[in-house]
């Protein structure tokens, strides 16, 4: 198998037929010349890259898998007339538990292990750049999760269970999951872009004769769609696992994604050889980048004289990265209309018939988008010579997303009008005669959105900065994630009957606005692209 594996990541980038020849070489006017009439096309995406993809499926059906079922195990007890193992009996009702601490502590630690996963790519972003390099981060960060899903399961193990010996393991296997989880998930992203070695356009042969222009900016466009893909098609590993604790146990949830988490060392091992050489990690990039950001906030407006002193190219870099950065800071807004309020989603929808898992419907939306996108929708724009730059796909993301909410606001209105309880809606013990079915557009929305948005945002982190803080930049546009959750959780208190209307809206408004922000300050960097 191995074996197999590595013969097909020995395969060159590009397949028969294409005799690439730097755009460079040509003399300014015919190079113009053909940028401007050749078709644009995105590169192969390398087999290193797709290998590295299957990776961070592996990982997000463990995080996943793990984390879908959480809950459960920490606040409910074992069910009566269980088999031991957190199942509750056959035909019953009742839903699987094992822990019994409560919906307090449930609560707690399922914030903590959300914490965890959002703050961590921060450390392993910064251990990644500046001493161990991505790939070493990776495989130490696969190692501390090995071990924590093989306590994991330890700890659901029926026997373990009955002598109320699981909490301790749980803990321990919580906390180190959580924290492996930065050293990945920071790290991935970069090293796909990375396998993929041309530094600009390149002019292409084809084996029909025609001249294509091979674009750089497309062909990371596609790699981090192939990331983003691999991310929530591991989400539907969070499927399984809630069926096996409703019908075998939490043992059967937690091995499920243990095994699928297996596939990453032998993968690791196979793509390890054939991996594109990488810059030696240093520290330097970030100390650029850090003198910078502190002239930048001491400078006077208008006050250009010390940028040109300290003009150099490391620096004209980090400024670069200070750029992307301050674009995903839009993004705290934008991770709350994309997600951020799925509990009352989850909420408005109890409160209808027919009440369907929605959430499970977001990563669908996403599978199934990516793929049309680059295959059907990015060609067309561009043989039409309509300008898609990343900006102005952020952009359209973030009007998707308003969307969405603007939706879920015109839903809950409804549903306020013709709930038996009326603006009790959510306490109601009927329910309104609208169908769930009316939420589902919101989640397609925010998946589609996610689609655009968020891959674009990976391209801007990746190609916007150096390569000594590829993946600090990267973990900086995952933190966005973590700055949003805690806007929520300030909210949370005044988030209830009779005003769920007003979330959604005035997330939807902040969103709208949050997008002519984004094109505004940084429609530029659309047109420096091209």
């Excluded at 180190?176 to 356009?201: F, H, R, V």
């Excluded at 989640?443 to 916007?464: D, W």
Aim: proline share 8%; net charge neutral.
């Amino acid at each position: 198998m191995l074996s197999r594996i590595r013969n097909w990541l020995r395969k060159d980038d590009l397949p028969g037929g294409y005799e690439l020849l730097p755009a460079s070489g040509a003399d300014h006017d015919q190079r113009a010349h053909h940028l401007a009439t050749l078709p644009h096309v995105p590169a192969p995406i390398p087999p290193a890259s797709y290998a590295i993809a299957l990776v961070e499926f592996a990982e997000r059906a463990s995080y996943y898998g793990v984390g879908g079922v959480f809950t459960n195990f920490i606040q409910r007890p074992l069910p009566p007339g269980g088999n031991g193992a957190g199942a509750p009996a056959e035909g019953s009702e009742a839903t699987p538990g094992a822990l019994g601490r409560g919906l307090q502590v449930s609560t707690a630690l399922t914030g903590l292990f959300t914490l965890l996963a959002f703050t961590t790519p921060l450390l392993g972003g910064a251990l990644a750049d500046m001493r161990w390099g991505k790939f070493k981060t990776i495989v130490i960060g696969t190692a501390i999760a090995g071990i924590a899903h093989v306590v994991l399961v330890y700890a659901a193990l029926p026997s373990v269970l009955q002598a109320n010996m699981a909490f301790f393991p749980f803990l321990v296997s919580l906390l180190l999951l959580g924290g492996s989880t930065g050293l990945i998930k920071a790290n991935i992203a970069p090293l796909m872009a990375e396998q993929y070695t041309p530094e600009g356009d390149y002019l292409a042969t084809l084996a029909s004769g025609d001249k294509v222009i091979v674009d750089r900016e497309a062909t990371i466009q596609r790699i981090m769609s192939s990331y983003y893909h691999s991310i929530n098609l591991g989400a539907f590993a969070a499927i399984a696992s809630t069926f096996a604790e409703k019908y075998v146990g939490f043992w059967l949830a937690y091995l499920i994604p243990g095994a699928i988490f297996l596939l990453m060392p032998p993968i690791l091992y196979a793509v390890y050889p054939h991996l594109a050489p990488a810059p030696p990690p240093s520290s330097s990039p970030l100390v650029d980048a850090y003198h910078l950001a502190r002239r930048a906030v001491a400078a006077k407006p208008g006050d250009e004289r010390g940028e040109r002193e300290h003009g150099s190219r490391d620096e004209a870099e980090a400024a670069q990265a200070l750029e992307a950065c301050k674009l995903f800071a839009f993004f705290a807004i934008y991770n709350i209309a994309d997600g951020g309020l799925n509990s009352l989603m989850t909420s408005l929808a109890g409160s209808m018939t027919t009440h369907h898992p929605l959430i499970r419907r977001n990563p669908f939306a996403i599978v199934v988008s990516i793929p049309l996108l680059n295959k059907f929708v990015y060609p067309a724009l561009e043989a039409r010579r309509i300008a898609h730059g990343p900006v102005r796909r952020v952009v359209v993301g973030f009007i998707l997303a308003a969307a969405g909410m603007l939706w879920c606001a015109l839903i809950q209105w409804a549903v306020y009008h013709t709930s038996p309880c009326g603006y009790s809606a959510t306490s109601c013990e009927e329910v309104s005669p609208l169908s769930a079915w009316l939420v589902v557009p919101a989640p397609l929305l925010a998946g589609l959105s996610e689609s655009i948005a968020v891959v674009s945002a990976l391209e801007l982190a990746y190609t916007m900065s150096p390569a000594g803080l590829k993946s600090i930049v990267t973990s900086l546009f995952l933190f966005t994630q973590a700055i949003s959750a805690g806007i929520v959780l300030i909210f949370v208190p005044v988030m209830r009957d009779p005003a769920l209307v007003w979330p959604f809206f005035l997330t939807a408004a902040f969103t709208a606005l949050a997008s002519a922000g984004v094109w505004k300050r940084f429609k530029y960097l659309d047109t420096a692209a091209h």
